[in-house]
């Protein structure tokens, strides 16, 4: 291929990729039939996800993908069978623009209201889109975001029931993050499992609040601790005795966002030439002093696990080289990844005792979205799961479900390449056992733009490039999402 022919290719991926991002206007409700395959009969419960549905508001297209209005899907498997749902979360600010015909809010990555300089300034009202990740605990089925509270749901109807606030846990707009980690077995809690999550408000310093939760979204602790100056934290990881953080070297300039040029997000800008620094807190309150150590320069939005080995803590996380925002004047839509800095899996080691510490980075594939078998959270692991470029080096999208051993450096590349896109992999372990870590299948949303529509995907976790055991076609296209989870249903 010469550079005229690559040049093109690129263009005809990013027009494929960009039309993932049309909106999705209608909600459904569906019997999936298998393309391909058979739906496993052991697999038993429901996949949730949650996304940008709207990109565009009453047809003023958003700016970045991020201030798209949530949406939330479900896929309900039994006895070999798939049933499908699709529902906006009927935010107050959703229901107040649809009423309204037109934009009403700023978008916090990038969506300003039209009208220029003089409907933005001041105008501070950002949207809660609720579209971020999604979490099935207790009872409750809420959709997140990560910088104000979660809105209830119904788990079977996906119905919006509102916003809440945890019976009165968090205040008013009090954030609850979009990244909550689940420990299988928290030792604090006699082995019962327990929800890990935290919230950030920003300002000169830093607010950060940890929250844990049993079983039935009983509150078992709770701390707050401040930390120097700006954070922008997306997400954490956990291990039994500490919750770890990185705050990477950014600087914020609310100026230009409060007198309206530009969005709150885009006030962000990377320091180029100072270090990292991972914050480590003990998870249990009073206990022992929270600690921060040297990390190298770079900005991580997701981590793929940690766990404790004798005297040091490790962390999984990619890594990138800077934080890149959408500028004012870009559209997301035709931006050419090739030239943005990849995502890269890195392992990094601390030492608790010396303080010392150690990144290395573990690949050279682009990517993002990293999971992992739930019973491994916060423990020694062999397995992570990512979505990833086709290519073994360089920054593309995202179109490869990615399996990395830990272990031996052992890989498997499933790709739904050249016209397919993948989302967020998510793990389900087989009922029945064996109990080898990657014995289960991964649930994989895959937008084909050959036909401009979506495919539920599973995998077989151990046999990747066995292609899929069965692929689900949608019969529309569910816009390139975020965060799911998998509520597995309770055994009769
Ligand atoms: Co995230």
């Not at 392992?347 to 999971?371: D, K, Q, V």
Request: proline share 8%; with cysteine; hydrophobic share 40%.
């Amino acid at each position: 291929m010469n550079s005229h022919q690559a040049a093109e290719a690129t263009r005809a991926v990013t027009r494929d990729w960009a039309r993932g991002y049309e909106s999705q206007h209608h909600e459904y409700t569906l019997e999936l039939s298998a393309a391909e395959g058979r739906i496993p009969p052991e697999l038993h419960g429901t996949l949730y996800r949650n996304g940008p549905g709207l990109l565009d508001v009453a047809g003023v297209p958003v700016h970045h993908p991020f201030d798209g209005d949530g949406m939330v899907a479900a896929v309900h498997f039994e006895a070999g069978r798939a049933h499908y749902r699709n529902r906006m979360v009927r935010t107050a600010a959703y229901l107040a623009e649809q009423r309204a015909g037109r934009p009403l809010f700023r978008g916090v990555f990038g969506t300003q209201l039209p009208g220029g300089l003089l409907t933005n300034a001041f105008n501070l009202r950002l949207k809660n889109i609720a579209n971020t990740g999604v979490l099935a605990w207790g009872e409750r089925l809420l959709a997140l975001w990560e910088a104000a509270e979660p809105h209830r749901l119904d788990p079977t109807t996906l119905e919006t029931l509102g916003l809440d606030r945890l019976d009165g846990l968090l205040g008013e707009g009090e954030p609850f993050a979009a990244h909550y980690h689940i420990d299988p077995a928290c030792a604090l809690d006699g082995g019962q499992p327990a929800l890990v999550n935290f919230g950030m408000r920003v300002g000169l310093n830093t607010t950060l609040t940890l929250f844990e939760f049993g079983p039935d979204f009983d509150l078992r602790r709770h701390h707050a601790y401040q930390l120097d100056g700006f954070a922008f934290l997306h997400d954490m990881a956990i291990t039994p005795n500490y919750v770890l953080f990185i705050q990477n070297p950014i600087r914020y300039d609310p100026l230009p966002y409060a007198f309206g040029l530009q969005s709150a997000a885009q006030g962000l800008r990377s320091l180029p030439d100072a270090p990292s620094t991972i914050i480590v807190i003990p998870r249990q309150p009073g206990v022992g002093r929270v600690r921060s150590f040297r990390a190298p320069n770079g900005f991580v939005w997701h981590h793929v696990n940690a766990y404790e080995d004798r005297d040091d803590l490790v962390i999984d996380s990619i890594w990138y080289d800077s934080y890149v925002g959408i500028s004012p004047e870009t559209d997301f839509r035709t931006i050419n990844v090739t030239t943005l800095p990849p995502g890269r899996l890195a392992r990094t080691r601390i030492n608790l005792r010396t303080g010392s510490l150690e990144r290395r980075f573990l690949g050279e594939r682009c990517c993002e979205f990293p999971t992992l078998h739930p019973a491994a959270v916060g423990r020694p692991y062999r397995y992570a799961y990512l979505c990833a470029g086709d290519a073994p080096s360089g920054n593309a999208h995202l179109q490869a479900i990615w399996k990395v051993d830990l272990t031996t450096g052992a890989e498997q590349l499933w790709s739904a390449g050249p016209r397919g896109f993948v989302g967020e992999p998510i793990f389900v372990p087989r009922p029945d056992g064996p109990t080898s870590e990657d014995s289960g299948w991964l649930l994989v949303m895959v937008y084909d733009a050959a036909r401009h529509e979506s495919d539920l995907v599973i995998l077989d976790a151990q046999q990747l490039h066995a292609g899929p055991v069965a692929r689900l076609p949608l019969g529309h296209h569910l816009p390139h999402g975020l965060h799911g989870t998998f509520r597995q249903a309770v055994s009769r």
